[in-house]
T-cell receptor, first 108, second 118 residues
Framework: KNEVEQSPQNLTAQEGEFITINCSYSVGISALHWLQQHPGGGIVSLFMLSSGKKKHGRLIATINIQEKHSSLHITASHPRDSAVYICAVAYSNYQLIWGAGTKLIIKP | AAGVIQSPRHLIKEKRETATLKCYPIPRHDTVYWYQQGPGQDPQFLIS???????DKGSIPDRFSAQQFSDYHSELNMSSLELGDSALYFC?????????????????FGEGSRLTVL
């Protein structure tokens, strides 16, 4: 069983909509990463969280350590936001455990 | 700003050949991770290095080996290539949390090296 659960697996929305992607994990972690993967494969690190909330442009990421849950929000979504968004958690060793990813499509 | 550099970006090999992928981390980053992502699959952790020593090992086949050099770049060597080795190989780098042994540093990823085995 994957220790990192993401939802939804697929999300299609209209341009301008507010997007939320959720991530749950099973045990205590040292950090959680939100990553973006575009067609062709390149991965971009969006956020690294260990507590609280971070904001970068139209992207907001939150984490609740007690509930073992994180969310990635996109405000005023745009077609260029279309990508796979991946939640990955880091435990006390050097490994990252990846979620299955959420495929986001934003239609003009 | 300098990013994580991987080379080559694309590589085509035949079965039973060998391949070497290189990863140049962000300057001053001391930790390097290697991941393998097969077609339509989640990335799988292969191996990581901290300060030129192997720090953790994941699902890396015995046919593969890797090391981190004195300039912190890392190389992934793959021998006796099989069709199933065709994948996108990612390298990521970070700066380890100097106050502990757990890695809480922000990760930076390379663009990946796409290996095709024919």
């Amino acid at each position: 069983k994957n220790e990192v659960e993401q939802s939804p697996q697929n999300l299609t929305a209209q341009e301008g909509e507010f997007i939320t992607i959720n991530c749950s994990y099973s045990v205590g972690i040292s950090a959680l990463h939100w990553l973006q993967q575009h067609p062709g494969g390149g991965i971009v690190s969006l956020f690294m969280l260990s507590s609280g909330k971070k904001k970068h442009g139209r992207l907001i990421a939150t984490i609740n350590i007690q509930e073992k849950h994180s969310s990635l929000h996109i405000t005023a979504s745009h077609p260029r936001d279309s990508a796979v968004y991946i939640c990955a958690v880091a435990y006390s060793n050097y490994q990252l455990i990846w979620g299955a990813g959420t495929k986001l499509i934003i239609k003009p | 700003a300098a990013g994580v550099i991987q080379s080559p970006r694309h590589l085509i090999k035949e079965k039973r050949e060998t391949a070497t992928l290189k990863c140049y981390p962000i300057p001053r980053h001391d930790t390097v991770y290697w991941y393998q992502q097969g077609p339509g699959q989640d990335p799988q952790f292969l191996i990581s290095f901290y300060e030129k020593m192997q720090s953790d090992k994941g699902s890396i086949p015995d046919r593969f080996s890797a090391q981190q050099f004195s300039d912190y770049h890392s190389e992934l060597n793959m021998s006796s290539l099989e069709l199933g080795d065709s994948a996108l190989y990612f390298c990521a780098s970070s700066l380890e949390n100097r106050w502990g042994h757990s890695n809480t540093g922000e990760l930076f990823f390379g663009e990946g090296s796409r290996l095709t085995v024919l």
